[in-house]
């Protein structure tokens, strides 16, 4: 729990530094958004799609995303160029960690829980056998990088919840 209001005190801290380059963009209003209401959006058209709630992550500022796993579906190894704040809103979000997918060593990351993605550090991640959710909140503009090509001929799945 220490960790929690530690990094809840860090977001709270980065958004006061970083209110005057978000100023710009910064709503007059309260934005209140159902989770049905939450507008994701699949740029292939199926697999992971992506809501952006807050800011833009391609500009300066703070922004704050969500994305939407299919059950089964994942991330290839990649990096970000800035740090990703992110808490798991529903089901298990499974993570690994390095330049190679190996998913005898993703981690079961449950909801309600907070993981760092530091800049520069590659991972990889996605759901299990369930519709996983998360939010991210980071500081703009932020790049990804991919590390490595996919390899289509391997038929990779993520290990089922113990």
Do not use: C
């Not at 309600?112 to 996605?126: E, M, N, Q």
């Not at 998360?134 to 290990?159: F, L, Y």
């Amino acid at each position: 729990m220490t960790r929690l209001l530690r990094a809840m005190k860090i977001g709270a801290v980065a958004v006061l530094a970083f209110g005057a380059s978000a100023s710009a963009q910064a709503p007059q209003d309260f934005i209140y958004l159902a989770p049905e209401n939450v507008p994701f959006k699949s740029p292939l058209g199926v697999g992971p799609e992506q809501a952006v709630l807050f800011g833009d992550p391609s500009k300066p500022g703070v922004y704050v995303i969500r994305v939407r796993f299919p059950p089964g579906f994942h991330s290839n190894p990649h990096f970000h160029s800035q740090d990703r704040h992110a808490a798991v809103i529903k089901g298990t979000w499974w993570n690994g960690t390095g330049d190679e997918l190996d998913f005898n060593k993703a981690r079961p990351i449950k909801a309600g829980s907070y993981v760092l993605h530091p800049a520069g550090k590659t991972h990889w991640d996605g759901a299990g056998d369930e519709e996983t959710i998360i939010q991210i909140t980071g500081i703009g503009p932020v790049e990804t990088t991919q590390v490595g090509k996919p390899d289509p001929s391997r038929d990779d799945h993520w290990p089922k919840p113990k």
